[in-house]
């Protein structure tokens, strides 16, 4: 009966251990010199903060942010007045407390009962200062260009404390190993990219050198961050990265990029926070972005996540929006032959696109009354007179339906290039140019394939000379 009694007793000692357990979150915040006064907990998601728990302090500067369920893992924001804050880590262990006194609440903070909140202070009191010296010996290097010795001296001396630095890093990741610490700072480190080795007999052996550094660093470029950590989530660093990447890495060509983002997404498909959070930046920073042929890049996240029905994220109504978006912007992509445009002219004579045997095609859309038009005709007609005679045609297209004043205005300014005028729009150049403000300029080849598109006038002239360099046969 007594062995019976005893074996009961270990049974029961882990559901009372686990009852005992404390759950959810209890932060304890003393500020010296903020009685009464309102404070937040915020955290980071992305490039942007938000807040999750407020507090008002006693007359003596304390209170407490609790819930009873626990925070998500991440770096976290303690909000005082004045928009000014210090950050904290929110790991395994959340109850803990913190103190400092304000306003010098950097140089005053403890922890107590979070070690690795300790260490975090540690951390960024250290990094900081190594970052300033790091920053006077830059500086005193861009002072001393001038005098070579003092240069090469500054040089090794700036090569030692990166060294260090790096050094350092390094310590706090492997003293700190598992924990979140560890992870953020192993985010930060750049990649160590080897020395690249080129045959000695190697043609253009600077060209060879350049593209293996760029496959290294762009193949290597994720190595210190673990993209299927959630705790990233609730931190700047994941976002940072891919806009580095996306941006500064990647060459800017649609294939480049769209083969990494197929590359990144498949890394994290079976995370879906993660995934999600991958995909919703690829999105909206290609569906931002002013560079000349990044639409491409949004129709494939388009086409492969947001109207495949994998981002379960997003309304009916939003992906019918897009659906829409994409339609307008598929037929005229940078490499896509352009559709004929057929339609009368200011001669009273039909005219089309395909007719036109130059070796370029400025296709314009503009309006007599638009006031940046009325910027870009008279410069695009200068433009024009210059080069119709070599190998350059403008057929250009009048968006409104008053028949009048485009007939005066073309009379006027002597616009002798191609005068297109379809007032019902039957040619549907709306839809197929995506016409949806004006002026609105594509550059077609002698193929008629797109190979520029939303050009400002004064840019006309140097992809032009560009593309004949490079591209032209």
Known sequence: MRKQLVFLLLLLIPVILAGSQKKGYEIKITINGLPDSTIYLAYHFGDKQYLKDTVKLDRMGSGLFSGIEELPQGIYMVVLPGKQYFEILISTDQFFQVSCSFPDYFNTLEFSGCDENSRFLDYQRRWVGMQQQASGISKRLQASRQNQDSLAILQEKLHKQEQAMKAYLNSVIEENKGNLLSLLVRSILPVEIPEIKIPENAANPDSLRWIKTYIYNKNHFFDNISLTDERLLRTPILQAKLKVFFSNVVIQAPDSINKEIDR????????????????????????????????????????????????????????????????????????????????????????????????????????????????????????????????????????????????????????????????????????????????LIYILNRNKDIIAKKLGVDDIGPFIDNYRK???K
Request: charged share 30%; proline share 3%.
């Open 264 to 439: 990144i997404l498949g890394e994290v498909e079976g995370n879906y926070r993660i995934y999600q959070f991958i995909a919703v930046y690829l999105f909206n920073h290609f569906r931002e972005s002013e560079i000349m042929g990044h639409d491409a890049v949004l129709v494939k996240l388009a086409d492969d996540i947001y109207l495949s029905g994998k981002a379960d994220w997003v309304t009916d109504e939003f992906r019918d929006n897009l659906r829409k978006e994409v339609d307008m912007i598929r037929p005229n992509l940078i490499g896509r032959k352009a559709v004929d445009l057929v339609m009368d002219s200011y001669k009273g004579i039909h005219v089309s696109l395909y007719d036109i045997d130059k070796e370029f095609t400025i296709l314009y859309f503009w309006e007599p009354d638009c006031g940046h038009c009325k910027e870009a005709t008279p410069k695009l007609k200068a433009f024009y007179e210059e080069n119709k005679d070599r190998g350059i045609e403008v057929f250009a297209v009048c968006t409104t339906a008053e028949k009048d004043k485009w007939k005066k205005y073309i009379e006027e300014n002597n616009l002798t290039w191609i005068n297109g005028w379809d007032p019902d729009r039957r040619s549907n150049y709306g839809y197929y140019y995506n016409v949806r403000s004006t002026p």
């Open 470 to 472: 490079y591209f032209s």
